[in-house]
Nanobody, 123 residues
């Protein structure tokens, strides 16, 4: 069992940056691949980015490639999503999720979820 807590969301103007954090407790975080997903009002939850257990492999949604960067610090049991050049369409609740095995863009493959952090990008 692993518990996840997201932080770092907020209100930012278009073109700005935010860094989201996801802190894990309960199990050794290095045993898990981690993903970020987001859900805008009235829309389905979508894949944003994933990182492998080793931190050596990354997966990004096309909509965030070149703008978002995923990293992990297993010594701190924390992963980070650096979000640059933010756009109003990035506005959503961002969720951190973890799974054993490989990083994946598929929501149903993740077993553990945080409660989310709100990101709002104003135009």
């Amino acid at each position: 069992q692993v518990q996840l807590v997201e932080s770092g969301g907020g209100l930012v103007q278009a073109g700005g940056s935010l860094r989201l954090s996801c802190a894990a407790s309960g199990r050794t975080f290095s045993s898990y691949a981690v993903g970020w997903f987001r859900q805008a009002p009235g829309k389905e939850r979508d894949f944003v980015a994933a990182i492998s257990r080793s931190g050596g492999s990354f997966y990004y949604a096309d909509s965030v490639k070149g703008r978002f960067t995923f990293s992990r610090d297993d010594a701190k049991n924390t992963v980070y999503l650096q979000m640059n050049s933010l756009k109003p369409e990035d506005t959503a609740v961002y969720y951190c999720a973890a799974r054993r095995g490989l990083g994946s863009p598929l929501i149903y493959e993740y077993n553990y979820w945080g409660r989310g952090t709100q990101v709002t990008v104003s135009s």
